[in-house]
């Protein structure tokens, strides 16, 4: 894989056809439309309620497509910031509005990473789990 390469699934051509697909459904089915409004009144609304809190600005609130991306908030990476320009652009594109849910992994386990250590002169893999602030970190392996 090249370094500059980006491995979206589905592909990045493909979302204009996905909404579209998506906007045409949503139509075909009104009693679900009136709820998906209803939600769609709460998302927005927080949504813009946190975007004002940081930027202290006033925005205006719009009819576009609801455009959703998602992670959990302990591991952010490289390709979260990928996906979340992606979105934006996507979202621009269609006079949409994108927004990042954060997924709450407060319950389990959240994952592990590992690392080098440096320990009594001997390189070693280390490993430390998200869990908890402080996890226990496991020694060479």
């Known amino acids: 894989m090249d370094s500059a390469e980006v491995i979206c699934d589905p592909e990045f051509d493909a979302w204009d056809t996905l909404l579209a697909k998506n906007l045409d459904w949503r139509h075909s089915v009104s009693s679900l439309f009136d709820a998906q409004q209803s939600l769609r009144a709460v998302v927005t609304k927080c949504a813009y309620q946190y975007t004002r809190e940081l930027f202290d600005s006033d925005l205006s609130m719009h009819d576009g497509p609801l455009l959703l991306t998602g992670h959990q908030p302990r591991v952010y990476h490289p390709g979260i910031l990928v996906k979340n320009t992606l979105l934006e652009r996507f979202a621009k594109r269609h006079k949409g509005l994108g927004i990042n849910v954060i997924i709450d ?31 226990e970190t496991y020694g060479a392996q």
Do not use: E, K, R, V
């Open 105 to 135: 992994t407060d319950t389990g386990d959240g994952g592990h990473f590992y690392f080098p250590q440096y320990t009594n002169g001997q390189i070693s893999l280390g490993q430390a789990s998200f869990a908890a602030p402080g996890a």
